[in-house]
């Protein structure tokens, strides 16, 4: 085999610049691509991958008429090199961090009804507090670890509510959780609805009332279902399904719909929108709302300093 291994020869030949083309090549399949990604001439990003390719002594790509792909080394390089890329940028971002305390970027990954009644009153008061740090906040709606931003480090940390134990996902073997708080699902009604003026009631007489939901997948919905295959019951049919919280909250308000959400949407009610928890008990186990971060990896100041502002909030509002 070629001097592969040799360590000290190949970082003399390989530059910060030169990975940074070779990822944006296995991310667009294509030098071409690439190039205009990176503003770069196409010959110029082939002229990279070929000094790499000679760094290393291997083929790293295989080309084809449709674009190239990377070969057994190039996956390799993809995934040892990843994390050294991740490492290197995040540096950067601490000494300008370290340079101005008060500013730098924060990458959040939330979905919609943990961004409207958490995240939303965290971000309000980080921006006054800290003008000149962005936030770039992205939805994600998995109930899983299957969070493929985060796997490729192009968010800081994902706040989302698990439907399977940490232990049990497939997808959080390079991933940590860290619970926030526990957010069990619950049934809701808008505050003038007639199910609101009830004390008690049994599960069968809902089986008939609109309902609005989630997909199926989700865990406020897989908890719905599941509470009413305990009693023996039909699952209601969902009127409306969307992941749009606004929708969902207008058609319990002023509507005589239900629907299963978590119960920080009605401790946390932001928006002064009457609704109420209806007295039926959906979940056995715990529901957590967690914050997810790749292992081994060092969190900015900046990062640092906006999940501590989460956690305090949750703190005085009594929801961990």
């Not at 890329?85 to 919609?112: H, N, W």
Request: proline letters at 8%; glycine letters at 4%.
């Amino acid at each position: 085999m070629p001097d592969l291994l040799s360590v000290t020869r190949v970082a003399r030949r390989v530059r910060f610049r030169d990975l940074q083309v070779f990822f944006a090549v296995v991310e667009c399949g294509s030098m071409a691509k690439a190039g205009a990604q990176l503003g770069m001439t196409q010959p110029a990003v082939s002229e990279t991958i070929a000094a790499l390719e000679s760094a290393f002594a291997v083929r790293l790509f295989d080309r084809r008429p449709q674009g190239v792909e990377p070969t057994i080394y190039g996956r390799a390089l993809l995934k040892r090199g990843v994390a050294s890329y991740d490492e290197l940028k995040q540096c950067v971002r601490d000494m300008a961090f370290l340079a101005d305390p008060t500013a730098g970027e924060v990458r959040i990954g939330c979905s919609d009804a943990i961004s409207d009644p958490i995240l939303l009153p965290v971000v309000q008061k980080f921006c006054l507090e800290y003008p000149r740090v962005a936030l770039r906040i992205d939805h994600t709606a998995s109930p899983t670890l299957e969070l493929p931003e985060l796997h490729a480090r192009r968010l800081d940390f994902v706040i989302t509510r698990l439907s399977v134990p940490h232990v049990d996902d497939p997808f959080g073997n390079d991933l940590n959780t860290e619970v926030l708080f526990d957010d069990p699902p619950v049934v809701a009604a808008g505050a003038n609805s007639p199910w609101a003026r009830r004390r008690r009631i049994d599960l069968s007489e809902l089986v008939d009332e609109p309902w609005v939901a989630t997909p199926p997948e989700t865990v406020t919905t897989k908890a719905l279902a599941e509470a009413f295959q305990a009693s023996k019951l039909p699952i209601p049919s969902a009127r409306v399904t969307t992941f749009l919280l606004q929708l969902r909250v207008h058609l319990l308000a002023k509507s005589n719909f239900l629907a299963a959400m978590p119960r920080s949407l009605l401790r946390l009610n932001a928006d002064g929108v009457g609704l109420k928890e209806l007295p039926i008990k959906l979940s056995k186990g715990p529901s957590p709302v967690v914050i997810v971060t790749v292992k081994n990896r060092t969190l900015s100041p900046v990062v640092e300093l906006f999940l501590e502002h989460l956690r305090k909030f949750v703190k005085t509002h009594g929801l961990s």
